[in-house]
Every structure is written in C-alpha cells, then in structure tokens.
T-cell receptor, first 109, second 116 residues
Framework: GQNIDQPTEMTATEGAIVQINCTYQ??????LFWYQQHAGEAPTFLSY??LDGLEEKGRFSSFLSRSKGYSYLLLKELQMKDSASYLC??????????WGAGTKLIIKP | GAVVSQHPSWVICKSGTSVKIECRSL??????MFWYRQFPKQSLMLMAT?????????EQGVEKDKFLINHASLTLSTLTVTSAHPEDSSFYIC????????????FGPGTRLTVT
C-alpha cells in the first residue's frame, strides 16, 4: 500500500526554527511535494524534489532521502504568517497526489 | 508562470439548483486537471481526474451524475454540482498539470460553495 505520515500538529515560537518530517511508503517514486495551506485557502506550492539532498529557498529548506523514504521541511526565522498547515504529497504513476494528513503549525509570539 | 484561476471564488445557492465552477490554467496548457473537495479541518479529497478531450475518472464514492466534469480545452475544466444539497457545501479546489512540468501540480484558489 501507499502511506504518508506527518505529525498532526507542531508548535513553535516566532523567530525560531522548526522541522516538519514526512515519511512515505509508496510503490515507485515520482518525487515529493511540499505545500502550504492557510486556513480557508487552497494549497500553495512550496517545493518539488526528485533527487536526494538538501535545497534551500530563502527561509524554507527541504531535505529528501529516497533510500529512507523520508523528507523534512525546515522553516527558519519563523514569522506569524507561517502559521498554516504543511502538506507532504507524493504523486503516483497516474499523476494523482497521495497526500499526508498535513501538519498544522502553530506559531506563538 | 503556472497560474490557475477558479471562478467563482464563492457561491451561495439554494437546494436543488445547479452550480458551475470553472478552472482555468492562465499561462500554460493543462492536459490534466484534478478536482478536490475539502471539508472544514479535513484533508483534501480527490474527487476526479480530468483529461482534456476525454471523460473524467471519478474516485470511488463520488457520483459522476451529480458532479459533472467537462475538460473541453487545454485551459479550461468545469465542475457542475447538480441538484445541490446542503451536504454539498464545501471548498472545491482544482489543480492543473502541464506535461512539460513533469509531476508538478498547481492549485487554483478554490471555490467555497454554500447550499442553503
């Protein structure tokens, strides 16, 4: 079967760093997505990775290890606007996204 | 690039009426579009996959006669909720995939449907 696991909720302090983990078990691998979704809004694309390694995009970084079925999203210098759900997703061979349940990130002042 | 729009952004309709939601890829050709539904505090649920020029593929449990999908062009897909009922009230989101962009999907801003 195919399965994606993420923590349900995380809390962090403004200005701090938080790491959101995602583990996946899929038949085949076509890359891994991270999306951000604010309450009441559609998901917005953060990253898509196919190869192993760490990639930085401003305050956000993503890491992927295909051999371990593991990815994380690292958010630095947290801002209140980063409060959102972060969704990990893996496409299947039909291009349909298999979604994790999402991690709700709560930022406290 | 890779902008997807939806119209309307919100709609209120009476029970028994039909509502059409449009999804457009503005700066790329989308051979495949996906329709999702999301209830409050729940995960995205894929309703159907729409390929240009062919019939949509519906997920298990989604009534194809109730949720009519038409992907008539490479930039437009429509979802029509027929004979809407209050339980159809939800957030409907489309996403689009461009063949030149591998597996990447880009989401529209969503349409909030309220059926009274």
């Amino acid at each position: 079967g195919q399965n994606i696991d993420q923590p349900t909720e995380m809390t962090a302090t403004e200005g701090a760093i938080v790491q959101i983990n995602c583990t996946y078990q899929t038949s085949g691998f076509n890359g891994l997505f991270w999306y951000q979704q604010h309450a009441g809004e559609a998901p917005t694309f953060l990253s898509y990775y196919v190869l192993d390694g760490l990639e930085e995009k401003g305050r956000f970084s993503s890491f992927l290890s295909r051999s371990k079925g593991y990815s994380y999203l690292l958010l630095k210098e947290l801002q209140m606007k980063d409060s959102a759900s972060y969704l990990c997703a893996v496409p299947d061979s039909n291009y349909q996204l298999i979604w994790g349940a999402g991690t709700k990130l709560i930022i406290k002042p | 690039g890779a902008v997807v729009s939806q119209h309307p952004s919100w709609v209120i309709c009476k029970s028994g009426t039909s509502v059409k939601i449009e999804c457009r890829s503005l700066d790329f050709q989308a051979t495949t579009m996906f329709w999702y539904r999301q209830f409050p505090k729940q995960s995205l649920m894929l309703m159907a996959t729409s390929n240009e020029g062919s019939k949509a593929t519906y997920e298990q449990g989604v009534e194809k006669d109730k949720f009519l999908i038409n992907h008539a062009s490479l930039t437009l897909s429509t979802l029509t909720v027929t004979s809407a009922h209050p339980e159809d009230s939800s957030f409907y989101i489309c996403s689009a995939r461009a063949p030149s962009r591998d597996y990447e999907q880009y989401f529209g801003p969503g349409t909030r449907l309220t059926v009274t």
